[in-house]
């Protein structure tokens, strides 16, 4: 069975701090997709990026960065020198069955409050 | 383009009534589910659909139905409301990945 843990529940910076989120998984499959939500304060949820099983490469996007390790099956996300909009709570999600990308198990969320 | 719109916003229901929480995309996506997000849970997989006519069940299905009669369309309906069910509700469509998901519908069981 799929599982994702998130063990941060919540993090508080200062502004300007690096901060980075953890996202734990595990699944038996071979081919799977990674995936992290944002979900501002408004409720909407915005999807961030995803990573197939295949592509350990990490990803840089602006402030934002993603470290995706198949060894220790981890795919944690970095936002350098944060602010205040990025407060936020922030999902890892993992794709199954093998193959697909649509059907989505959850962790429990990150709570990232930035303080000005 | 309205992407996946929701109806309604907010409902509050006592025990034991029933009603349908609305979804609908104009993006001609094959693909739709239902999610409920809950206090520390995360979102939990109620009912997909992979087109129309064809629907299956996702990892907290029990109190819920589903039907997909066309791509647009894919309510959610509770029969019979329960407190348990208190939680907020998310749609989303796509055609393969990722997920474009609506605004919710935040239910209250009295």
């Known amino acids: 069975a799929q599982k994702v843990t998130q063990a941060q529940t919540e993090i508080s910076v200062v502004e300007k701090e690096d901060v980075t989120l953890d996202c734990v998984y595990e699944t038996r499959d071979t081919t799977y997709y990674l995936f992290w939500y944002k979900q501002p304060p408004s409720g909407e949820l915005v999807f961030l990026i995803r990573r197939n099983s295949f592509d350990e490469q990490n990803e840089i996007s602006g402030r934002y960065s993603w470290n995706f390790q198949k060894s220790t099956s981890s795919f944690n996300f970095t936002i350098t020198a944060s602010q205040v909009v990025d407060s936020a709570v922030y999902f890892c999600?993992?794709?199954?069955?093998?193959?697909?990308?649509?059907?989505?198990?959850f962790g429990s969320g990150t709570q990232l409050t930035v303080l000005p | 383009n309205a992407g996946v719109t929701q109806t309604p916003k907010f409902q509050v229901l006592k025990t034991g009534q029933s009603m349908t929480l609305q979804c609908a995309q104009d993006?001609?996506?094959?693909?739709m589910s239902w999610y409920r997000q809950d206090p520390g849970m995360g979102l939990r997989l109620i009912h997909y659909?992979?087109?129309?006519?064809?629907?299956d069940q996702g990892e907290v299905p029990n109190g819920y139905n589903v039907s997909r009669s066309t791509t647009e369309d894919f309510p959610l309906r509770l029969l019979s409301a329960a407190p348990s069910q208190t939680s907020v509700y998310f749609c989303?469509?796509?055609?393969?990945?990722?997920?474009?998901f609506g605004n919710g519908t935040r239910l209250t069981v009295t």
């Open positions: 659909s992979v087109g129309a006519g064809i629907t």
């Open positions: 999600a993992l794709s199954w069955p093998s193959g697909s990308a649509r059907q989505l198990t």
């Open positions: 993006m001609n996506h094959e693909y």
């Open positions: 989303a469509s796509g055609r393969v990945s990722p997920l474009h």
